[in-house]
């Protein structure tokens, strides 16, 4: 691997590369901006402002830690299912069709479909994968330090890999995450999100087969 960045690091970024790679950053470049080409102005206006309302430092902090310590949309998603696993599969049915309201309902499908396949941790991939895509993003524009960003997307790191047992793993509660935001049950929507994941790890060269997953993290320092 020809790269500027430490193996502990790359894994870092790694568990972001779903949104990373989609937004013109490859590993095969240290997920750099300038080596990607990408335009700063552009990622700070249509993704980090556009998308998340994050505009420097003060912001960047607020986004990680609506992923992190507020709960992101595991917080919601792990409520439903709560809600949803006491009750027989014909009572869950029953309860879904008394919803009113659609996206209530498409969230509610998505946490029946999938919640018992799901590791205890459930959809933490979702968060997290977005918050080494976010974490990154403000480092490479400039609202956060390299102290700041390594030790944010290390711990974060450390949370993912304690939490699932592959990147298959992680791969597939992130897609299921992103579902759920989504509030899409659809099976050709499905099938296009599964194969987000497929791809990657069908190739032998993506970084998700050539880091091992039990690599050795260590907080940053």
């Known amino acids: 691997m020809n790269t500027k960045l430490n193996e502990r690091q790359v894994w870092a970024l790694a568990a972001g590369d779903i949104l990373l790679r989609r937004n013109g950053f490859l590993f095969e470049y240290d997920y750099d901006m300038e080596a990607c080409g990408e335009n700063p102005e552009i990622i700070k206006n249509e993704i980090l402002d556009d998308s998340w309302d994050v505009t ?4 960047t902090f607020r986004a990680l830690n609506f992923l992190g310590e507020r709960g992101g949309h595991r ?11 006491i009750l027989t599969p014909k009572q869950q049915d029953e309860y879904i069709q008394s919803l009113q309201d659609k996206h209530h309902i498409a969230e509610m499908k998505v946490v029946q479909r999938y919640y018992p396949f799901l590791p205890p941790s459930e959809i933490l ?20 330090t390299y102290e700041q960003a390594w030790a944010h997307l290390m711990q974060n790191a450390i949370q993912i890999q304690s939490a699932y047992s592959s990147w298959e793993e992680f791969g597939s509660a992130f897609i299921i995450g992103r579902q759920f935001w989504r509030k899409e049950l659809d099976d050709d929507y499905t099938e296009q999100h599964l194969s987000m994941i497929h791809d990657q790890l069908a190739n032998p060269d993506h970084i998700w087969n050539t880091l091992p997953w039990n690599l050795h993290l260590e907080p940053w320092s």
């Open 75 to 85: 917080t919601e998603f792990n409520h439903l299912r709560r809600m949803i696993s």
């Open 125 to 144: 991939a979702w968060d997290a994968g977005r918050s080494a895509f976010i974490c990154h993003l403000c480092y490479q524009v400039g609202y956060i």
């Open 56 to 59: 420097d430092e003060q912001s």
